[in-house]
């Protein structure tokens, strides 16, 4: 069955890296876009990057954009995050999700990681 496992989370300073990994199995990973959202501590689920089967194109949110990368490797099958510049608002559980079709399109996610927290404290 579809399982895909966050790492890389933990403890970070403001204004420090990180960079999350996501490895899927149980699908054919290349065929497949892939999302990273986060839920900060008391609200709700928002996006934070997508990027297509192939790894051609990315999309992100406003508020991510210019600090953090989505990318992947699909012969590895492992979808990856790198958080630059972060800060306090950025403390939140981040999950790694399958996309249904090759190309980025928002709609329901039917499968999702467990999770890995990200805490940004000095």
């Known amino acids: 069955q579809v399982q895909l496992v966050e790492s890389g989370g933990g403890l970070v300073q403001p204004g420090g890296s990180l960079r999350l990994s996501c490895e899927g199995s149980g699908f054919d990973f290349s065929s497949y876009s892939m999302y990273w959202y986060r839920q900060p501590p008391g609200k709700e689920r928002e996006l934070v990057a997508a990027i297509t089967s192939g790894g051609g194109l990315t999309d992100y949110a406003d508020s991510m954009k210019g600090r953090f990368t989505i990318s992947r490797n699909n012969p590895r099958n492992t979808l990856y995050l790198e958080m630059n510049s972060l800060e306090s608002e950025d403390t939140a559980m981040y999950y790694c999700?399958?996309?249904?079709?090759?190309?980025?399109?928002?709609?329901?996610?039917?499968?999702w990681g467990k999770g890995t927290l990200v805490t940004v404290s000095s």
């Open positions: 999700a399958k996309g249904e079709r090759p190309g980025i399109v928002y709609s329901s996610i039917k499968y």
